[in-house]
């Protein structure tokens, strides 16, 4: 031992603290009688933990070389295994998305049922640069919705629903954030399922096709490679049909589809995904979204599909 670092261990315990070896060049200080459980996670990384009290475990997802752990606290998780799961899957759902536009070379994603932007600011934070197109019919909602997109000049706004023919339409305006207004009204089982499905009033709103506006969307891109991502609270289906022949011009997308309809006229998900498989699309994840509390059923997912022959390459190894 040095004599330099001798002197430094006498003066860190003359300030009461006390070094800990971890590893090779890793040295843990904490205050004296102070106890703590390390977990090595791998060769640079570790979990310090104080003994007393509940402490997270580290789970580790895949083979070593993956190189990603859980940290969980079991005991709550266990308690709490609806708000977990939705966390994990939330995680799962927003990497996949990220993940396929990377190799589908998007350019392009059309946020249809944007609300606040939530689904925009999620993309930009997992590295997406490209145009974000964000529809949202709502006024009060497009208001919030333009400011968060204002310094973002890749990012524009469309104030309008997106349908399988152009009018004027009322909206089911729901309380709160309005995440759950919808063009249709909700079914007797939404009503009873969710008490957000409760209106909190009307409001009229422009309803367009998407092929009606698909050209000055894509205007200025030399070579449009485009996604689309529906969250219409039940209206998916008329907005997909409103793409009309556009529909081939578009190389992956998701929606929100139903195992338990909560709106009237709302596909069941085996119907919904038939659909979008006739239009050439194939599934590359199906992710839940909300479940039933008292049945455990999962009563919405969100499923990403893409059309294979769309990938910049398909004959090539995917990227890991």
């Not at 104080?50 to 859980?70: D, I, W």
């Not at 930009?124 to 497009?142: D, M, Q, T, W």
Request: aromatic share 6%; net charge positive; with cysteine.
């Amino acid at each position: 031992m040095t004599s330099r670092r001798l002197r430094l261990l006498r003066l860190l315990r003359v300030l009461g603290l006390e070094p800990t070896d971890v590893a090779d060049r890793a040295v843990l200080v904490s205050r004296r009688n102070d106890e703590f459980r390390v977990d090595t996670v791998d060769d640079r990384t570790w979990i310090v933990q104080p003994k007393a009290g509940r402490s997270r475990s580290v789970e580790q997802m895949g083979r070593p070389r993956v190189r990603t752990h859980l940290l969980v606290d079991k005991r709550a998780a266990r308690t709490r295994m609806r708000l977990h799961q939705r966390g994990l899957y939330d995680y799962l759902a927003s990497e996949h998305v990220a993940w396929m536009l990377r190799e589908l070379d998007i350019n392009c994603v059309l946020d249809v049922g944007a609300n606040v932007g939530q689904y925009g600011r999620k993309l930009r934070k997992a590295g997406y640069r490209g145009r974000i197109v964000s529809f949202e019919p709502l006024p009060h909602l497009a208001n919030k919705l333009r400011k968060v997109a204002a310094d973002d000049p890749d990012w524009q706004v469309v104030e309008c629903a997106l349908g399988d023919t152009e009018h004027e339409s009322e909206m089911n305006v729901a309380a709160g954030p309005g995440t759950t207004s919808s063009l249709l009204p909700a079914s007797d089982f939404g009503r009873t399922w969710s008490a957000r499905l409760g209106g909190a009033g009307t409001a009229k709103v422009q309803v367009r096709r998407l092929d009606s506006m698909f050209s000055e969307i894509v205007t200025g891109l030399v070579s449009p490679r485009v996604y689309l991502k529906l969250d219409t609270q039940g209206y998916d289906v008329q907005a997909f049909s409103g793409a009309g022949d556009c529909i081939t011009r578009i190389l992956g997308m998701q929606s929100e589809v139903s195992s338990v309809p909560i709106y009237d006229g709302m596909p069941r998900l085996p119907d919904q995904i038939a659909l979008y498989e006739d239009a050439g699309f194939e599934s590359t994840g199906i992710f839940p979204v909300s479940r039933d509390p008292r049945t455990h059923r999962v009563i919405e997912y969100d499923v990403v599909m893409i059309r294979v022959d769309g990938l910049p390459h398909p004959d090539l190894p995917a990227s890991p």
